[in-house]
């Protein structure tokens, strides 16, 4: 890491420390990897742009497979916190890697596949900017009883 991506790094996390928040969009990390968060209501999507840094990689200098599956995570959790009004947790999530880069800009894309009363579906799909497909994440969430 260079000398400007290190200040810039070092200025993100303590901008990060000083806002962090628990509620959708102000996490320590979502501010530290600077997602940027979009939403369209027809059809129900949740959009996260992220631009790749030198923490984001792996040892062989591509972009990190946890770091693949937390974005999709987080952009289909985003997606729930948007268009549910009840709480939620993930069940399982199913990550399939077909491309990897080491720069640029990752973006992720979460909908809906079948929005049940209890069991929820979700699709996410991983891309470079520009396009290129990196990864296809599938989940299962789960909508948490009501406890009135």
Known sequence: MNLIEERDML????????NHQLKP??????RLFDFKFSYTDDP???TIEAPLNEIMLGPLRFIHGGFITYLADTCMGHLCFKYLDEPFVALELKT???KSVQDGIVVAEARFRKKG?????IDCDIRTKEGTPLSTISATFYVLPDKK
């Open 117 to 121: 009363k209890k069991i929820l579906f």
């Open 44 to 46: 129900e999507t949740c």
């Open 25 to 30: 969009e102000e996490l320590f990390l979502f």
């Open 96 to 98: 399939q890697y077909l």
């Open 11 to 18: 200025l993100r996390a303590e901008n990060a420390i000083k």
